[in-house]
C-alpha cells in the first residue's frame, strides 16, 4: 500500500493550498481515508476524514469552515483543500487510511497505513 501526498508548500497568511493523496495498493472505498497534522513541538492532530463510499465527512472544529475533503474515487485520491490559512496551521500534512468503522475514529485510533508527509507553511 502507497499514499502519496503532493501539494504542499510556502503560502501567505490568508491563501490557500489544496493536498492531494494518490492511494494504491488497496481497495479504497474500504478505507476511511484523512488527513492529520503535526506541527513542531505540537502533538499530531487529526483533521478531516471521508468515506469514499458514501462521501460522508468529519471535519474538527479547529478547521472548520476553512478545509474541506474530498475524493476523487476513479483516481483513488483523497484531497484536502485549505482555505485562509493562517500561521498557525503550518505543519506537516499527513494522509491515512484506516479500517475504522466511524469517521471520528481519526481521533482516537491509528490509522492502516500512512502517507510520507508534506510541509505547510504559512508565513505571516
Known amino acids: 500500500v502507497q499514499l502519496v501526498e503532493s501539494g504542499g508548500g510556502l503560502v501567505q497568511a490568508g491563501g490557500s493550498l489544496r493536498l492531494s493523496c494518490a492511494a494504491s495498493g488497496l481497495i479504497f472505498d474500504e478505507y476511511v481515508m484523512g488527513w492529520y497534522r503535526q506541527a513542531p513541538g505540537k502533538e499530531r492532530e487529526g483533521l478531516s476524514t471521508?468515506?469514499?463510499?458514501?462521501?460522508?465527512?468529519y471535519i474538527s472544529d479547529s478547521v472548520k469552515g476553512r478545509f474541506t475533503i474530498s475524493t476523487d474515487n476513479a483516481k483513488n485520491t483523497v484531497y484536502l483543500q485549505m482555505n485562509s490559512l493562517r500561521p498557525e496551521d503550518t505543519a506537516v500534512y499527513y494522509c491515512?487510511?484506516?479500517?475504522?468503522?466511524?469517521?471520528?475514529?481519526?481521533?482516537?485510533?491509528?490509522?492502516?497505513?500512512w502517507g510520507q508527509g508534506t510541509q505547510v507553511t504559512v508565513s505571516s
Open positions: 491515512s487510511a484506516g479500517r475504522w468503522p466511524y469517521l471520528r475514529d481519526i481521533l482516537i485510533r491509528d490509522p492502516d497505513y
Open positions: 471521508i468515506d469514499p463510499d458514501n462521501g460522508n465527512t
